[in-house]
Structure formats: structure tokens, C-alpha cells
């Protein structure tokens, strides 16, 4: 039972730089969320996906794309990487008419 | 907006020891409310989620209630181990997973 599975661990990256984490889950789930964690803010939703092909914005999607070409997989780009984006970035999933969650174990992201 | 608070930040309780965790949030229209447990580095686990219409949920030494009229949940974990350390987290649903909100965490740990 593989689960779901975040890539890379860790990440170090320069401002400016495009930067791609990965999120694979291998339960069929409908749902795929990515949240950012920061001391202070807590767990921040930045986008979510109900299902292939559809994305929607969470609380912090500035900086950030998403896309789910399938149904697996739910990548997040930073598309010019700053700063105030280091953080841990966690993808997370859950069933269709379900709302527990199963996460990721995170990206941790440092931009220098 | 929704805003969910964690009391106390920090707790350290020898082994064996009841405890209760808090958890408190302003809008008390919630759909659910979940706790969930995060070891370091890791990810969340989900423990307990409570239905708006439930007022309690076991499972195992974990009892978490909900009073969704004062905007209050707490966990209760009986007969403490060194293996509950970690941080627990609540987090509250609107009427759809957009709105999820967290707490920032209560972080636990039971000495020997």
C-alpha cells in the first residue's frame, strides 16, 4: 500500500528559479490538496482538485500552478521562486464524499 | 472568516497521565471538525473526524467532543504514553473543502 508519496524531500532552489513538487497517490482518491506550513500561519491551503482536468484556488495560490492531468498525480509549480515561498509543502488526498485526509510527508523548501 | 485556537501551545505531562487537549473556533458553522497528529518531519494523520451532528468520537485511548453552539472540541487522550508525543492538530470544515481551516497545534510530550 504505497499511499501517497511526495517528491523531492527536501529542496533547495534560488529566487527566481522554476521549481516543480510532485505528488503521487495510489488510492484512486478524488481529491488532491497541496497546503503550505509556516510557523506562525499553521497549515495553509494553496490549491485543490476535485478530479482530473479540474483545480480550483485555496486560501495562498499567488506564486503557484497547479495541474491534474491525471488522476494520480497533482504537481505544483513555483514558477519564479521567491523568498517568502520557503516553506513545507504538504499534497494530500480523500475519497469522493469523504472528507478525512491522507497526507503526503512533505516537501521541505528552502529559497535562497 | 474562520479562525480556529489551540490551547495550550505546548504540554509536557509524565507518563500515564489523563490530558485534554482544546481546541476552539468562531464560526460555528462547521460541517466536521478533525483532529489529526503530526510526528516532526512528518506528515498529518488523521485520528478523529467528528460530523457536525455528532457530539463525540472514540477511538482507542482518544476521545474528541464536540460543542458546536460555543465553538469548542476537545481531545482527550487517557493513560498518556512516551509514543503519544507528537503535535495534534484541529482543523474545522465549512461546507466544503476550500474552507478547511487548521489550528496551529498543540505540541505534546510525555516523559517516562
Known amino acids: 500500500d504505497a499511499g501517497i508519496t511526495q517528491s523531492p524531500r527536501y529542496k533547495i532552489t534560488e529566487t527566481g528559479r522554476q521549481v516543480t513538487l510532485m505528488c503521487h497517490q495510489t488510492?484512486?482518491?478524488?481529491?488532491m490538496f497541496w497546503y503550505r506550513q509556516d510557523l506562525g500561519h499553521g497549515l495553509r491551503l494553496i490549491y485543490y482538485?476535485?478530479?482530473?482536468?479540474?483545480?480550483d484556488k485555496g486560501e495562498v495560490p499567488d506564486g503557484y500552478v497547479v495541474s491534474r492531468s491525471k488522476t494520480e498525480n497533482f504537481p505544483l509549480t513555483l514558477e519564479s521562486a521567491t523568498r517568502s515561498q520557503t516553506s513545507v509543502y504538504f499534497c494530500?488526498?480523500?475519497?469522493?464524499?469523504?472528507?478525512?485526509?491522507?497526507f503526503g510527508s512533505g516537501t521541505q523548501l528552502s529559497v535562497l | 472568516k474562520q479562525e480556529v485556537t489551540q490551547i495550550p501551545a505546548a504540554l509536557s505531562v509524565p507518563e500515564g497521565e489523563n490530558l485534554v487537549l482544546n481546541c476552539s473556533f468562531t464560526?460555528?458553522?462547521?460541517?466536521?471538525l478533525q483532529w489529526f497528529r503530526q510526528d516532526p518531519g512528518k506528515g498529518l494523520t488523521s485520528l478523529l473526524l467528528?460530523?457536525?451532528?455528532?457530539r463525540e468520537q472514540t477511538s482507542g485511548r482518544l476521545n474528541a467532543s464536540l460543542d458546536k453552539s460555543s465553538g469548542r472540541s476537545t481531545l482527550y487522550i487517557a493513560a498518556s504514553q512516551p509514543g503519544d508525543s507528537a503535535t495534534y492538530l484541529c482543523?474545522?470544515?465549512?461546507?466544503?473543502?476550500?474552507?478547511?481551516?487548521f489550528g496551529k497545534g498543540t505540541m505534546l510530550l510525555v516523559s517516562p
Open positions: 464560526d460555528s458553522a462547521i460541517y466536521n
Open positions: 482538485s476535485a478530479a482530473a482536468d479540474i483545480t
Open positions: 467528528i460530523q457536525s451532528s455528532q
Open positions: 482543523a474545522v470544515s465549512g461546507s466544503g473543502y476550500s474552507t478547511l481551516t
Open positions: 488510492w484512486s482518491h478524488s481529491y
Open positions: 494530500a488526498s480523500s475519497r469522493q464524499g469523504e472528507e478525512k485526509l491522507f
